[in-house]
């Protein structure tokens, strides 16, 4: 728990500069998925297989794009030569650095995602038969308190698997436009290397 918790404030510290946009994409993702914790009908057999799915292919994807160290090196470009490619590398290292930060955040959180899906996908059945255990010994009411926990557990995993997807979604945006920016930060690096020789 405290690595996710670091985790997440290190990722928000990567948005530096966008206080107000990260408010409102917050809670844009609250309000949306407590619309779908509360409106959303039989989430579990229409969207819980596409959510795995497309958190186990962002999941995959990131994790390969972890493993290909090469876009993410400084160490293979040729020396600086002057101020500007001094700020280049620079600024290279802080993509990478971001990079990896919410590689690690993306892949910690992808994994509470999945955890969540298949947790929503459990259906309890039997739930007219317990109801009649409890009459039959004739305590009702404990058989609706159980029924309240369990609606508002249901309730509370329902909202927390959206709102951990919608955020899914956004850091690998994130990470797509960081990976996009390296690759041609780096091609122009190269290329004004090679326009000096």
Not at 117 to 143: A, D, P
Request: net charge positive; with cysteine; charged share 20%.
């Amino acid at each position: 728990m405290r690595d996710l918790l670091s985790s997440i404030r290190e990722v928000y510290r990567t948005y530096a500069g966008e206080a107000a946009f990260q408010r409102v994409r917050v809670a844009s993702i609250v309000a949306a998925s407590l619309v779908i914790a509360i409106y959303g009908i039989n989430l579990g057999k229409a969207a819980l297989p596409a959510m795995a799915l497309t958190m186990s292919i962002l999941a995959g994807f990131t994790f390969t794009a972890l493993f290909s160290g090469h876009s993410l090196s400084v160490g293979d470009l040729p020396a600086p030569a002057d101020e500007s490619d001094r700020h280049d590398i620079g600024r290279l290292r802080i993509l990478s650095s971001n990079f990896r930060l919410r590689s690690k955040f993306f892949i910690i959180v992808s994994m509470i995602d999945l955890f969540l899906i298949v947790l929503l996908s459990i259906e309890l059945r039997g739930m007219t038969e317990i109801q009649n255990l409890f009459e039959k010994f004739n305590v009702q009411f404990m058989f609706s308190v159980a029924h309240l926990i369990y609606s508002t557990s249901s309730f509370v995993v329902k909202f927390l698997g959206m709102a951990v997807f919608l955020e899914c979604l956004y850091t690998f945006y994130r990470l797509a436009e960081t990976i996009l920016e390296i690759v041609d930060l780096r091609r122009a690096y190269v290329a004004a290397a090679l326009d000096r020789l």
